[in-house]
């Protein structure tokens, strides 16, 4: 049983294009977050939410409580945003986390 | 910023031995996890540390020990390496209910 749920698992885009990525889960929480990892190396936090939405520069997190669902979205891809984007989610001390969607933008 | 400092990123281990991973982190975080990390099925957490001396089992504990002497520190032990328990190793910290800080992995082979 998974209580994060990222689609889609692979994404291959175009450098411009708008990405979505979608999270679901299953728990109460506190927070959700977006996480970074690039190949090879440690992962980075992207945002916190625990309601509406944030932008920070070209990406954009919104979440929905009652729906229990999150979108990561990028503006304008850029090679550099490949990556795997992985959810995450705190009910309380722990965290959930979803298994990452690859991101590959290509120029 | 926080850092959260592992000591080694790569490392290759002979079966049988005993193998150590440290973190470290700069902030005073109460809060410190080790997590490893396997194709298909994202980041399973091993152990968890709320304080110093405290440790708490997570999803996948066997074959591992941890230990905390000190708030800064979180040593991942692995007792008797196997070549099952190849694959990358996360260190990760947090005070309170603020966003976790990771580590920068280490990927861990076992012959």
């Known amino acids: 049983k998974n209580e994060v749920e990222q689609s889609p698992q692979n994404l291959t885009a175009q450098e411009g294009e708008f990405i979505t990525i979608n999270c679901s889960y299953s728990?109460?929480?506190?927070?959700l977050h977006w996480l970074q990892q690039h190949p090879g190396g440690g992962i980075v936090s992207l945002f916190m939410?625990?309601?509406g939405k944030k932008k920070h520069g070209r990406l954009i997190a919104t979440i929905n409580i009652q729906e229990k669902h999150s979108s990561l979205h990028i503006t304008a891809s850029h090679p550099r945003d490949s990556a795997v984007y992985i959810c995450?989610?705190?009910?309380?001390?722990?965290?959930?986390f979803g298994t990452g969607t690859s991101l590959t933008v290509i120029p | 910023d926080v850092k959260v400092t592992q000591s080694s990123r790569y490392l290759v281990k002979r079966t049988g031995e005993k193998v150590f991973l440290e973190c470290v982190q700069d902030m005073d975080h109460e809060n410190m996890f080790w997590y490893r990390q396997d194709p298909g099925l994202g980041l399973r957490l091993i152990y968890f540390s709320y304080d110093v001396k405290m440790k708490e089992k997570g999803d996948i504990p066997e074959g591992y020990s941890v230990s905390r002497e000190k708030k800064e520190r979180f040593s991942l032990i692995l007792e008797s390496a196997s070549t099952n328990q190849t694959s990358m190793y996360l260190c990760a910290s947090r005070t309170g209910q603020g966003g976790y800080t990771f580590g920068s992995g280490t990927r861990l082979t076992v012959v």
């Open positions: 728990v109460g929480i506190s927070a």
């Open positions: 995450a989610v705190s009910p309380g001390n722990q965290f959930y």
């Open positions: 939410l625990s309601s």
